[in-house]
């Protein structure tokens, strides 16, 4: 327990760093010279009388009364003397709110206490009080000077001091091992043990309802202190605001408030000090560029966003509704790709106080013929160099008997030009798109699939100019093609469909587990391959490591075409068209709402589409090649058409 007060002058305990009377130095023998005495020194350094240190004393708060006592000993004996007790209360009652002097400690002491933020047991910083112990403990003193209660004598637990444990699941009490030894020692020294137990336990009531007040007192001093740091984080962000506003952002604080652009500075904001010049001055490079991307982003949201849709209208216009005046042309870019072209741009982010007329964009659609070569070109390079044929895929490692040479004289000798790969028999794609999961493309037809492109509103991520990577395609070469351009004989790096429809090979699926043989030409295989050869399939082995594909003999061809003339394939429902009515533009490929297309942009119903109407975009072919079946029958082959009861793959 703390020692009781002291008649003539405040317990020394009231500052930790002394332990105990000063040490009176020895004077030297042999020396005469004669110094002034401590107190007096101190004293001619003040220049001030006792009646001025007093009322100099009166204005000063209790932690700087406690300082002013560890300055010097002059200042520590008027201090610490019993006559100096009505400062030290002045001062306490200075602090608002703050519980009275209890009666077990001295002024000093509960000054050191509440104000002091260090330790008693290692002197380190720590904010941490333990109002029912009047102590202050860093996490490494609590763990070596508290004790569970359990440990403790039984006489004693209930007139010792104790808290509770920190853990949420342990509702133990710990109790100071250095109070329990005094109090015990007392106890054991008392001869009226019963008196002491009432006395003590008097003192232990009237501690935990002054503990149970100063930490009241506590939690509401810190909701003062976050509600005043609060304050001056605001007006240290209000000072940031203005100074933003006098350099011009004014419309962007006013469009995004204050909340989005606080986010973006958090390090900025979160200061609790005033801002200064040169902190400005320091902080300005920085807030220049998130500004001027609040700024582009406010633009694009209140200005750009309606000039590219009237920009999307237009071009639909352009596409759908064509003039005497419309040039033709072989292929119109995304809209997304025109609003990159440098006249559609200028006019899209021209000053926000730009009018725009009832035409804006007709002088850049005056300009389109010029810009697209470029465009295109560009664009099968990009796509060209998806078509990466495997190495092991030659002409030389082709079946034997089966190789023939390529009736295209460009096909004898590498192509010049990265996108002449694109008209390789090979180069078929596929798309993950649900509308064409099961198509094969192949180039020119494939830039018009609607999941070329990855699917993004037209702002300002979609508008910005893309580079040459292939990383926005949603398409992707087919793997197998070149396996069956292999498996006819040829070699895929040089054979385009031409060449393949020359060879006019037959072929059967040894990867399908299937009773019945069915016999396919070459497109019907790949459409075949991309339906059921799914990459995901474990029972497939990878590609290189085992033929999935053999080709029938050319002495059955005749046999087999004959059965095939009298079967006719029949495309899907939602096979993928494009409009012929409308100029070819990339992405505008239709599937099941090609009936609503031309009923709502060229007033067509639905009995009267025609074939001149549209075109297929998808790789010619039957996608369940169900024409021919291959049965051996007394030793002979024999080709027919597949019987009813037939298992074909299904999707």
């Known amino acids: 327990m703390v020692q009781p007060r002291s008649h003539n002058v405040f317990p020394a305990e009231s500052c930790p760093q002394d332990d105990g009377p000063p040490v ?242 958090q390090l900025v904001f979160k200061s609790r000090k005033r801002l200064t010049d040169p902190e400005w001055d320091q902080i300005w490079p920085k807030c220049v560029d998130i500004m001027d991307k609040f700024r582009l982003k406010r633009l694009d949201q209140t200005c750009y966003d309606a000039r590219r849709k009237l920009l999307i209208s237009e071009y639909d216009k352009y ?123 192949a180039y020119p037809k494939v830039l018009l699939a609607p999941m070329l492109y990855e699917t993004y509103p037209l702002n300002y991520e979609a508008t910005r100019m893309r580079d040459e990577s292939t990383d926005n395609f949603m398409i992707c070469l087919f793997e197998e093609a070149p396996y069956i351009v292999h498996a006819c004989g040829l070699d895929p790096n040089v054979a385009t469909t031409d060449d393949m429809d020359r060879r006019n090979a037959r072929l059967r699926c040894l990867a399908c587990k299937s009773q019945r043989v069915i016999v396919m030409n070459w497109r019907d295989a790949m459409l075949h391959a991309r339906v059921n050869h799914d990459l995901s399939n474990d029972s497939l082995l990878p590609l290189s490591e085992s033929p999935r594909w053999q080709v029938i003999g050319d002495d059955h061809i005749e046999a087999i075409e004959v059965v095939e003339k009298s079967v006719e394939s029949e495309r899907p429902r939602n096979s993928m068209r494009r409009c012929l009515l409308c100029q070819p533009r990339v992405g505008d490929g239709f599937s099941a709402d090609f009936e609503d297309h031309m009923q709502e942009c060229h007033g067509v119903n639905e009995r009267d589409i025609e074939q001149g109407h549209y075109e297929f975009l998808g790789l010619e072919g039957n996608w369940l090649p169900n024409k021919v079946e291959m049965v051996e029958e007394g030793g002979q082959v024999i080709f027919r058409r597949p019987s009813a009861d037939i298992e074909l793959p299904m999707v």
């Not at 004790?147 to 100071?176: G, Q």
Request: net charge positive.
């Open 24 to 265: 009176q130095k020895r004077r030297r023998v042999g020396t005469a010279t004669k110094k002034q005495q401590p107190d007096q020194k101190h004293r001619a350094k003040l220049l001030l009388s006792f009646d001025e240190l007093y009322i100099v004393f009166a204005y000063v708060y209790p932690m700087d009364l406690l300082n002013l006592a560890r300055t010097c000993k002059y200042l520590r004996n008027i201090l610490m003397h019993k006559s100096s007790q009505l400062l030290w209360k002045v001062a306490l009652h200075r602090v608002e709110g703050l519980p009275d002097c209890p009666s077990d400690l001295t002024e000093p002491q509960y000054t050191n206490l509440v104000f002091y933020n260090y330790c008693h047991g290692c002197n380190k910083p720590t904010t941490a009080i333990l109002w029912q112990l009047r102590l202050r403990y860093c996490p490494d003193c609590k763990y070596d000077r508290l004790s569970y209660i359990v440990y403790c004598d039984r006489k004693l637990r209930c007139i010792l001091p104790c808290l509770k444990a920190e853990k949420k699941t342990d509702d133990m009490e710990m109790f100071d091992k250095e109070q329990e030894r005094r109090l015990s020692s007392e106890y054991h020294s008392s001869i009226n043990k019963e008196q002491f137990v009432a006395e003590k336990r008097q003192e232990y009531l009237m501690i935990l309802s002054h503990a149970s007040e100063c930490a009241k007192w506590r939690r509401q001093q810190g909701r003062v202190k976050r509600f005043d740091l609060e304050i001056l984080r605001k007006e240290r962000g209000e000072s940031i605001l203005e100074r933003l506003g006098q350099h011009g952002y004014g419309p962007e604080i006013a469009y995004f408030r204050d909340g989005s652009i606080k986010k973006a500075y």
């Open 319 to 441: 596409v759908r509704c064509q003039t005497p005046d419309t040039p033709a042309f072989d292929l119109l870019p995304h809209v997304v790709d025109l609003a990159c072209f440098s006249p559609f741009q200028n006019i899209i982010e021209a000053p926000e106080e730009a009018q725009m007329g009832e035409e804006p964009f007709a002088s850049a659609f005056a300009q389109l013929p010029a810009l697209l070569p470029e465009w295109k070109n560009q664009l099968d390079v990009r796509l060209a160099r998806l078509v990466i044929i495997p190495s092991h895929l030659t002409q030389q490692d082709a079946p034997s008997g089966q190789v023939m040479e390529s009736s295209n004289t460009t096909s004898q000798q590498p192509y010049p030009m990265d996108f002449a790969k694109l008209r390789l028999a090979c180069a078929l794609f596929e798309s993950g798109g649900t509308d064409c999961s099961w198509q094969l493309f």
